[in-house]
């Protein structure tokens, strides 16, 4: 099993910045794509970000230009740096990982608790 941990969270002004951490432990030998997904209330979970193992990137048309998704294979870790956030990027967000490679439109099979991010005046 791959467990990940999402850390970063938080209550932010609108126009501010917040990056998110997914710390991966477990079995993590061999992932594939690792990303981030976001809920708001009322909708559907939604791709926000990912990433493959050699650093090509996908992101959703809402947050291009704003967010970017780093990754440190050494550490097993993926980042998302968020700017100039929007009360429409309140959402849970959710670390995903894929032991398989995929489509980057396509889930992986494992995914964090989710951290919330606020932003709110």
């Known amino acids: 099993q791959v467990q990940l941990v999402e850390s970063g969270g938080g209550l932010v002004q609108p126009g501010g910045s917040l990056t998110l951490s997914c710390d991966a432990s477990g079995n993590i030998i061999g992932l594939y794509n690792m990303g981030w997904y976001r809920q708001a209330p009322g909708r559907q979970r939604e791709l926000v970000a990912v990433i493959t193992r050699g650093a090509n990137k996908n992101y959703a048309d809402s947050v291009k230009g704003r967010f970017t998704i780093l990754r440190d294979n050494a550490k097993n870790m993926v980042f998302l740096q968020m700017k100039n956030l929007k009360p429409e990027d309140t959402a849970v967000y959710y670390c995903?990982?894929?032991?398989?490679?995929?489509?980057?439109?396509?889930?992986?099979?494992?995914w964090g608790q989710g951290t919330q991010v606020t932003v709110s005046s």
């Open positions: 995903n990982a894929a032991s398989t490679y995929r489509s980057l439109t396509i889930p992986g099979d494992y």
